[in-house]
Nanobody
Framework: VQLVESGGGSVQAGGSLKLSCAAS????????MGWYRQAPGKVRELLSE???????TYVDSVKGRFTISQDSAKMKVDLQMNSLKTDDTAVYYC???????????????????WGQGIQVTVSS
């Protein structure tokens, strides 16, 4: 299974970017997808995730500015990022909870597939 991210780049503070992530390969069940980011010298943090039934959650720092959406049929998740700040500069990673052959979705299931990461740079 592979996750391929697209849409990163450079933008000025206050601007917008949209990240996309598409899953491909042998996928029996997709139990949810999310977006993480890692800034230089910082730990990777979970920004937002969306469950199989479409329930979305966000970390406080991006609430009201970022919106996650999914196309379940296409195994795709997007992250619309508005009102970007210089603190949003980081490498952004897509992640998914995927069963390749068999398995159920349950609370506590961990992300097991990761994208390669995509750079987002916000300048002042």
């Amino acid at each position: 299974v592979q996750l391929v991210e697209s849409g990163g780049g450079s933008v000025q503070a206050g601007g917008s970017l949209k990240l996309s992530c598409a899953a491909s390969g042998s996928i029996f069940r997709n139990c949810g997808m999310g977006w993480y980011r890692q800034a230089p010298g910082k730990v990777r943090e979970l920004l937002s995730e969306i469950s199989r039934d479409g329930t979305a959650t966000y970390v406080d720092s991006v609430k009201g500015r970022f919106t996650i959406s999914q196309d379940s049929a296409k195994m795709k998740v997007d992250l619309q990022m508005n009102s970007l700040k210089t603190d949003d500069t980081a490498v952004y990673y897509c992640a998914a909870k995927i069963w390749e052959s068999r398995g159920l979705c349950f609370s506590g299931l961990q992300y097991n597939v990761w994208g390669q990461g995509i750079q987002v740079t916000v300048s002042s």
